[in-house]
């Protein structure tokens, strides 16, 4: 359209308004055309600040405000444009966003009215300024006139078309003689997270999350000892929390960061922390991303977040640790005792003697009982629980060259009271030169 092109000024020509307001048209345009390709979600409040008193009249008022219209209208009020006329919120009102609006701007439409009256769809109401010359030492004034955004309030049940519009606010409800009650959890669209104390407390609250679970990470690894592919998993877990909690500490402590840039890089790290939590192993469906509803985008966002980081994660292998006490008894206490009914037991063993020698001989010779029972068991000379050898190492525990990995049968009457006990026995019958043996409880 020709509304918002160039002028071509020469000389000689005859100044009118229309020449100065074309190319105020074609400024706008350049300045829009050039910034709108960065990214189209540019726009929402930077500070407001809404009148609790007004509130308690039935009412909807704002103090200040600075910001940009989703049109690319900025606005700072009441520094350079006038506050909008106070709301009243009508009795019954539920469930409601009361938006911000200024007109936009129609071709060949009146944009600026002396009485709002007039014209109530004008863009600006026109007000006298004695402005200075600044070009003069004297400094003298001259009376000119200048526009001020027209903007006011509107629900948003109500007609919004012809109007730039931000949602400041969320009504909950406003019953007959009561004040109007706010949504606290709202997030109006905003140019940066430190505008909305809603997302500046869920920041704050994944960094004490990633924290948290990545202390407990590395207290497990340094003082499990262990090397199976289990604890690889908790390093990779540990892996991307170290990635990502210095970089959160990072921008929380930035006032300028969009609230789409920090949606992008949550998003990520949900999905990567789904590989070791969901148990589908994939992420979880979360609300794309929409500024005009942060609320919901960043509610999703953050509850598949705070189920991931606050699920406890349990150790797949546990080593039981056997002491070796009187006649050649060793003995593992169990201290949780739900281990005998969730979990499979694996005995690792390494002696001086040849691997299938060991195979062979091991499960003749040991005697694996209840703690309680196993004196009662050497004495009769009846059998343990019994135990089988396994082709390879199990992956969860680690595995050691030289080591033969047993199987303990979990079925039987003696079984039955290992579920009853306080530890494992374990007694030979036979000679292991240079015997280690390892107790361990891999959780299905």
């Not at 140019?191 to 104390?197: D, P, V």
């Not at 060793?330 to 063993?349: E, M, N």
């Amino acid at each position: 359209m020709s509304s918002k092109n160039k002028v071509i000024w020469s000389e000689g020509m005859f100044l009118r308004p229309q020449h100065f307001q074309q190319q105020d048209r074609f400024v706008e345009r350049l300045i829009d055309a050039r910034t709108s390709v960065i990214g189209q979600h540019y726009w929402g409040v930077q500070e407001i600040t809404i009148d609790v008193e007004a509130l308690a009249l039935g009412k909807v008022s704002i103090s200040s405000v600075q910001g940009v219209f989703p049109d690319g209208t900025p606005i700072l009020a009441p520094e350079s444009e006038e506050l909008p006329n106070i709301i009243d919120i009508p009795e019954n009102t539920r469930d409601e966003i009361v938006y911000l609006c200024v007109p936009m701007r129609r071709p060949g439409s009146q944009e600026s009215v002396r009485d709002e009256e007039e014209f109530p769809q004008a863009r600006y109401k026109t007000y006298n300024y004695d402005a200075r010359n600044s070009a003069s030492s004297s400094g003298e004034s001259s009376r000119i006139q200048i526009g001020k955004l027209s903007t006011c309030f509107k629900l948003g049940s109500e007609d919004l078309g012809g109007y730039a519009c931000i949602g400041i606010a969320r009504i909950i409800e406003r019953l007959p003689g009561s004040p109007v009650k706010l949504d606290k959890t709202f997030i109006p669209p905003v140019l940066q997270c430190t505008s909305s104390a809603e997302i500046k407390g869920y920041i704050e609250e994944v960094k004490g999350l990633l924290k948290q679970r990545g202390e407990a990470l590395s207290h497990r690894l340094s003082d499990s000892g262990r090397s199976g592919s289990a604890e690889v998993a908790d390093y990779l877990l540990l892996q991307v929390i170290n990635r990502v909690e210095p970089l959160i500490n990072h921008l929380s402590q930035l006032s300028n960061v969009h609230p789409l840039a920090l949606y992008t890089e949550l998003l990520q790290l949900a999905g990567e922390l789904s590989t070791f939590t969901a148990s589908n192993k994939r992420p979880p469906d979360i609300p794309a991303y929409n500024h005009e509803d942060l609320q919901q985008t960043y509610a999703g966002l953050f509850s598949a977040l705070r189920q991931s980081l606050s699920m406890v994660l349990e150790q797949s292998a546990v080593s039981l640790n056997l002491v070796e006490r009187k006649y050649g008894i060793h003995v593992a206490p169990i201290t949780d005792p739900s281990l005998t009914k969730t979990a499979a037991f694996v005995i690792a063993v390494k002696a001086d003697i040849p691997t299938e020698l060991l195979r062979s001989r091991f499960p003749s010779q040991a005697k694996l009982a209840p703690v309680e029972n196993i004196r009662e068991l050497i004495s009769t000379q009846l059998p343990g629980l019994r135990i089988r050898p396994l082709p390879v190492a199990p992956r969860q525990i680690p595995y050691h060259a030289g080591f033969t990995y047993f199987e303990i049968d979990a079925s039987g009457a003696l079984w039955t009271a290992m579920q009853q006990s306080g530890g494992f026995a374990v007694h030979l019958g036979a000679e292991f030169p240079g015997l280690i043996m390892e107790l361990w409880a891999i959780r299905s």
